[in-house]
């Protein structure tokens, strides 16, 4: 696998898909990551924000997903599980996708923070 020189992100999957199908057949390992993420609200530290993150690489170019879903108050509600539905929704999408093509999804993030750039 090639290390990652630089960084493509998106916002929404739907831009995200449409890129990594411009280049399908050149996925290294044919491998797609992705994961839900919780950080702390902005604004209020102990609301806690839901995304979802996923990654593949192209020729040394990390293309990126980071799709904030909505906030998590700590207690089942309504709008909690609307926000936990379309979180899992947007996985979903990316399961199909790459079902479709042939490439195998694993959990986790792809962090080219931390590479010796000497290797």
């Not at 999804?105 to 290797?119: C, Y």
Request: aromatic share 6%.
């Amino acid at each position: 696998m090639k290390k990652p020189i630089f960084k493509v992100h998106f916002h929404h999957v739907d831009e995200f898909l449409q890129e990594l199908k411009k280049d399908v057949d050149r996925i290294d390992g044919k491998i797609v990551r992705t994961t839900h993420r919780e950080k702390s609200a902005p604004i209020t530290p102990n609301i806690k924000q839901l995304a979802i993150s996923a990654g593949a690489v192209i020729d040394g170019y990390l293309i990126e997903l980071n799709e904030v879903v909505g906030d998590l108050w700590g207690h089942r509600s309504e709008n909690e599980d609307a926000v936990i539905a379309k979180a899992d929704e947007i996985i979903k999408r990316i399961e199909e996708f790459c079902l479709v093509n042939d490439l195998e999804i694993r959990t986790g993030i792809f962090d080219i923070s931390q590479l010796d750039e000497s290797a």
